[in-house]
């Protein structure tokens, strides 16, 4: 089992920037990879960045490409998500997601094994 804890949401104007946080623990961090997905009200979880279990290789959705970085730190047993020039659309419950594989996070969600619990992001115009 492998347990996700996001933190580093809240209520920003657009324009402005937010570090997402996700703490793992349980089994061993550093062979899953690990990415970010959101869920806006009414509508589906998506894909938002992924990354592989060593960090050298990462993936981004088009929405949020050139604005958003995703990094990890395995001594931590953390992934962040570095999010800037927010926009109003980039509201949602942000979800933290482990999978148990060598590639970069897939962007499908059956492909998951593990999710936190969210953490909501607000961003006004």
């Known amino acids: 089992q492998v347990q996700l804890v996001e933190s580093g949401g809240g209520l920003v104007q657009a324009g402005a920037s937010l570090r997402l946080s996700c703490a793992a623990s349980?089994?061993?961090?550093?062979?899953?990879?690990m990415g970010w997905f959101r869920q806006a009200p009414g509508k589906e979880r998506e894909f938002v960045a992924g990354?592989?279990?060593?960090?050298?290789?990462?993936d981004y959705a088009d929405s949020v490409q050139g604005r958003f970085t995703i990094s990890r730190d395995n001594a931590k047993n953390t992934v962040y998500l570095q999010m800037n020039s927010l926009k109003p659309e980039d509201t949602a419950v942000y979800y933290c997601?482990?999978?148990?594989?060598?590639?970069?996070?897939?962007?499908?969600?059956?492909?998951?094994?593990?999710w936190g619990q969210g953490t909501q992001v607000t961003v006004s115009s």
């Open positions: 349980g089994r061993t961090f550093s062979v899953y990879a």
């Open positions: 997601a482990a999978a148990y594989t060598i590639r970069v996070l897939a962007r499908t969600r059956s492909d998951v094994d593990y």
């Open positions: 990354i592989n279990w060593s960090g050298g290789n990462t």
